[in-house]
């Protein structure tokens, strides 16, 4: 037989070498572990039963006398496994087996060389554990974690070298190999309004014991910033302090924006509900103001004083009365009569305003698509759009610049027949930077001085673009100007016209014959007094 540190051929309990023989061989053929003894060629010299079954073959003589290096699937690493073995006395580590039949199976091996007492011959000795449903349960639990986007972690409390899984790695964007896994590499990574709170944390847990719970941000090296859910418990020996911190992280950053998204549309309802509300009271009180403020305009001269000053007033309140149908339009309490209209006629319609709007100082180029799809609009609304979107590119570009509009035909999205229409509003102004963009579809965020603008202008875009079924979205930078892509979809009837519609011509009342009544309906005392 072989030996190891000691003389396995010894006597041991009063047993005689022969008899120790004997027990230690019914021993190795008893075990649940596949064992193999080897010579120096790593030519099979004797297997116990449970090596036969692993390996999926009936009798010893069938494997016998072979080169150890056939039951592996993969000849190459075979041989370097072999050769290590020889050269250094011992191996451990994972091969893939070949079966009898051709089936593979994840094995762990562990060798070793010994010497034999009475020839002195060198014999190996391997024991074998098929890990192939360990391996399995491991491969789809990091599939598992991949899909959730959970990673494993650990760190050792006196040396604070942490331990990431690759998931781990992937979440935090570093590349495992170039990665200096401690503690200070890792707070580098958080990011820096949070990680004074997520040290401390980590501090408390190694101090008491207590498991932890932490949402925070982390950044990539790659400037991409990610929010994470973090679980993290002690392990202990014994009664004592945490000797290591094991848990799991995952990236919530989806979650996070969805739950963003949610609350920013709540908040939107509700003011749209609340601003609506307000101006559809304010514009009672201005039709008022208007009608009573125009009959006493005419009823006095012209070129008189007080006649000025109810001109100013009936003018300022005009001013107001747009801005009501500005708040009723983001509410989507204005009234729209969508039609099947060109948007290149529409634009180019609306041009001329624009010119007036935004001064000489800025040139308009347009660039419209040939044959676009008609889109379904009410055409003062997207003129509406024009107009917002041309005056904030102007108060952008205060010493002038380019303001540039152009269409463009999108195909269809996936799964869908429904053609698109693209709207791009661009100018070479000042840019925006991410927070403002962040915010800019915000109703009364605005970044223009007092009396300068009502913040209302992109929420408006936004409601009438989202009433169309279409979508609206920025892109911008500081220094790089701002362009505002808006995207409808293309009508599914016939175009009406291939005009922009103007508004609708009022219907025409034929005055009541002698005798009849006209019945007026409204539920403001001053607006019923003035229309009547």
């Not at 250094?88 to 009898?100: I, K, P, S």
């Not at 991949?146 to 570093?174: K, N, P, Q």
């Not at 719970?213 to 418990?233: I, K, M, N, Q, T």
Request: aromatic share 4%; proline share 5%; with cysteine.
């Amino acid at each position: 037989m072989v030996k190891g540190g000691s003389d396995m051929a010894g006597d041991a309990g009063g047993l005689a070498g022969a008899e120790l023989r004997g027990v230690a061989e019914a021993a190795l053929r008893s075990s649940e572990t596949a064992i193999v003894i080897a010579d120096e060629a790593i030519r099979l010299l004797w297997v116990n039963p449970a090596f036969l079954r692993m390996w999926g073959y009936a009798r010893a003589d069938e494997v016998l006398g072979r080169d150890g290096r056939e039951f592996w699937s993969d000849a190459a690493t075979a041989r370097e496994v072999a050769e290590a073995i020889v050269r250094d006395g011992r191996w451990r580590g994972e091969l893939m087996a070949r079966r009898a039949d051709g089936r593979e199976a994840a094995v762990r091996a562990c060798a070793s060389v010994f010497k034999d007492r009475e020839t002195g011959a060198a014999r190996v000795v391997g024991t074998f554990e098929d890990v192939t449903e360990l391996r399995t349960t491991q491969e789809h639990l990091l599939r598992a974690q991949r899909m959730a986007h959970v990673g494993y972690w650990s760190m050792h409390a006196a040396s604070r070298r942490l331990e990431w899984s690759d998931e781990t790695c992937r979440i935090f964007g570093v590349a495992p190999e170039v990665f200096p896994a401690t503690f200070d590499a890792f707070l580098a990574r958080v990011h820096p309004d949070d990680a004074e709170r997520v040290g401390r944390a980590l501090e408390r847990l190694l101090a008491s014991g207590t498991p932890v719970s932490a949402e925070y941000r982390v950044l990539r090296p790659d400037g991409e910033e990610r929010v994470v859910h973090s679980e993290a418990a002690p392990a202990t020996e014994g009664a004592g302090r945490p000797v290591e911190i094991r848990g799991v992280v995952q990236d919530v950053t989806l979650r996070v924006r969805l739950e963003e998204q949610l609350r920013q549309a709540q908040k939107m309802e509700a003011i749209g509900s609340l601003a609506g509300g307000i101006a559809h009271d304010f514009n009672n009180i201005l039709t008022v103001i208007l009608s009573l403020g125009t009959e006493a305009a005419e009823a006095l001269p012209r070129g008189s004083a007080v006649r000025a000053d109810l001109e100013e007033i009936v003018s300022a309140a005009s001013r107001a009365s747009g801005l009501t149908r500005q708040i009723l339009s983001f509410a989507r309490k204005q009234v729209s009569d969508p039609v099947d209209l060109d948007l290149n006629a529409t634009v180019t319609g609306a041009t001329k305003l624009v010119e007036r709007l935004i001064g000489e100082h800025i040139t308009v180029k347009l660039s419209l698509a040939r044959a676009i799809p008609h889109v379904r609009a009410d055409p003062r609304q997207l003129e509406q759009v024009l107009v917002n979107l041309a005056v904030n590119g102007r108060d952008a570009m205060p010493s002038g610049g380019m303001l540039a509009i152009s269409t463009f035909a999108l195909p269809p999205l996936g799964g869908t027949r429904q053609g698109r229409v693209e709207l791009v509003v661009r100018d070479s102004g000042a840019g925006m930077d991410a927070e403002t963009r962040a915010r800019a579809f915000e109703p009364f965020f605005t970044t223009k001085g007092p009396g300068r603008g009502t913040g209302l202008g992109l929420a408006v875009v936004q409601g009438i673009v989202q009433q169309c079924g279409g979508t609206v979205s920025i892109e911008s930078s500081p220094g790089r100007g701002t362009a505002v892509r808006i995207v409808l979809p293309a009508s599914a009837t016939a175009p009406a016209s291939a005009q922009p519609s103007a508004a609708p011509e009022r219907a025409r009342v034929a005055a009541p014959a002698p005798g009849r009544t006209i019945l007026l309906v409204e539920d403001e005392d001053p607006v019923r007094r003035v229309a009547a």
